[in-house]
């Protein structure tokens, strides 16, 4: 089965994964997490809710606890399973197209991944044993967490939710800071108005006539679960994650950044980085202990280790917001204080695994001609231009390469590089 991937169970709904599935799954993971209580929350897409109930009755009776959470961002049931030391479960398929539903398992705020859980599916021996399932608000708790010691924020904020959980608690939890809000796409839509739900800059570009029509000071767009979080300016442009990375740095004075092997050179120049590979659990499982204080991913992704180790749109929009009411200085502005970024990326569809290899097995031979080589994660080629990285997805039968050039020309140059090495 397709649906047990690297660091998460998700598929398309009903074909891949149904309620009988999901069901399986979830007794399979109850049967693999230690502990009674696990804490449960779901997104607002068609599978998800579908597959809810089935996957509460799975938990039950394979002797867990389960406190349901009820639909909201995939934070608050791992907030929960952070502040608890325990278990917690989201139904999601974070910013994946809408006929897609998933499961992801946590324990202790960290992203359980699915080998083990994929075994006891397979073997299909379950704890027999007989839970309950009550209901408890995280919900007042969570906010009160990523807001403590933020004051109020006199700022006019442009949200966009796409439709997604964060559709509601996004608002709510800025108006209670002070500011005035416009929402684009107002309502909770399990379609996600159409779109991917995902922070990037082709879905940013209705948020970002919005901010500019309506003179706001900011635009935040949250994916489908609530875990990554893009900005526009308030002239209404996209402001690429590694200049909102750099913000971070400088403004909440980090110093030891953990990012993936995909992030921009530039971040060199703001702190110290230590790279790893590409996934939330990577950067999950060396955030716990606090030796970095930040980790960063290129797709928005914001991990605050002061707080916790999982990644938090909801809480970046905070803290960037806070950056601009206490500096009085425009985004765009903060935006000017920092190098401007070259960065492409590209995805290479492949029918099947083999194909794949050979394709990637292809590109290394050709990439070691232009630079130093690193294997973090794929390969990397750094030269004295910038990088190329060649790294198979986890989540998807593809290929992704990013480049990145020290300037514009730079830039050029990398990119007809890979476009030579990849075609």
Known sequence: MEIFKEYDIRGLYPQEIDEEKAYKISRAIATTLKGKKIFLGYDNRVGSLAIRDFVKKGLVESGKDVVDLGLGPI?????????????????????????????????????????????????????EKVGNIVEEDYYERYISYITKGIGKLNLNVGIDSMGGSTTSIAQDIFKRLGCKIKLLHPMPDSNFYGKTPEPIKENAIELGKMVKKSSLDLGMQFDADGDRVAFVDETGKFVDPMVITMIFIKYLKLKKVLATVSCSLHLEEFAKITYSKVGRPNLEKRLVNKKFDLGVETASHYYFAKYFPFSDGLLGGILLANILNKTKKKLSQLVNEFPTVYFGSASLPFENESKRTAKMNKIEKEAVKYGKIERIDGIKVINEQGFMLFRKSNTEPILRVYYEGKDEEAYRKIKDIVNSIIK
């Open 75 to 127: 934070m608050i049931p791992v907030f929960a399973s952070f502040i608890e030391k325990t278990n917690g479960l989201c139904i999601t398929a974070s910013h994946n197209p809408a006929k897609y539903t998933g499961l992801l398992p946590y324990n202790k705020g960290v992203t359980v991944t699915p080998e083990k859980v994929k075994s006891v599916y397979d073997k299909g021996k379950f704890t």
